[in-house]
T-cell receptor, first 115, second 115 residues
Framework: DVKVTQSSRYLVKRTGEKVFLECVQD?????MFWYRQDPGLGLRLIYF???????EKGDIPEGYSVSREKKERFSLILESASTNQTSMYLC??????????????FGPGTRLLVL | AQSVTQLGSHVSVSEGALVLLRCNYS??????LFWYVQYPNQGLQLLLK??????LVKGINGFEAEFKKSETSFHLTKPSAHMSDAAEYFC?????????????FGSGTRLQVQP
């Protein structure tokens, strides 16, 4: 079974803090994704990566950056947390063979509260 | 970019009743469509996906979805709801035309099952 783990289930941070959200997958997947989930808005793509050190902006990259130094790990960074970044953050991975029907496997999510 | 619309942010059914969750996509080209489910305090998991091999797709837990090109729809159904089906359901489409290998999700439908 594919396992995607996220470093924290719940996180409380203060405005202006630098925040790191970590995601690790154990199935040697090429693609990794960060989504943000908000009520009534579904999931929105922040960034994705299709290879080590490669990254692409998604729909809402402002205020975020990412790092992928190793294939299994994809980090989301909030450079200076703001209250409007309070949300649920979901990491996902997929095999990466270029098949549009590839299943994405999701982690359990990190619920971030910025005060 | 493609998009999906889910009608009804909340659906409530009685146990044993038919479940119908609606999804419409915007595209002139048959897209690659998915349904994901999110149980409370968990990440998303794949329910089923449309592969163009058949218009009626069967998924896990007794769910199925029918692809109707004339209606640009991919509605999710289950003949008899169970209490354990209470969850949030997301329709998603693969972003083939942008080549970004990500999914675009609908806003989600929360299913309540009443005893």
């Amino acid at each position: 079974d594919v396992k995607v783990t996220q470093s924290s289930r719940y996180l409380v941070k203060r405005t202006g803090e630098k925040v790191f959200l970590e995601c690790v997958q154990d199935m040697d997947h090429e693609n990794m994704f960060w989504y943000r989930q908000d009520p009534g808005l579904g999931l929105r793509l922040i960034y994705f990566s299709y290879d080590v050190k490669m990254k692409e902006k998604g729909d809402i990259p402002e205020g975020y950056s990412v790092s992928r130094e190793k294939k299994e790990r994809f980090s989301l960074i909030l450079e200076s947390a703001s209250t409007n970044q309070t949300s649920m953050y979901l990491c996902a991975s997929s095999l990466g063979l270029g098949d549009p029907l590839e299943t994405q496997y999701f982690g359990p999510g990190t619920r971030l509260l910025v005060l | 970019a493609q998009s999906v619309t889910q009608l009804g942010s909340h659906v409530s059914v009685s146990e044993g009743a038919l479940v119908l969750l609606r999804c419409n996509y915007s595209s002139s080209v048959p897209p690659y469509l998915f349904w994901y489910v999110q149980y409370p305090n968990q990440g998303l998991q794949l329910l089923l996906k449309y592969t163009s091999a058949a218009t009626l797709v069967k998924g896990i837990n007794g769910f199925e979805a029918e692809f109707k090109k004339s209606e640009t729809s991919f509605h999710l159904t289950k003949p008899s709801a169970h209490m354990s089906d209470a969850a949030e359901y997301f329709c998603a489409v693969s972003d083939l035309d942008t080549g970004r290998r990500a999914l675009t999700f609908g806003s989600g439908t929360r299913l309540q099952v009443q005893p």
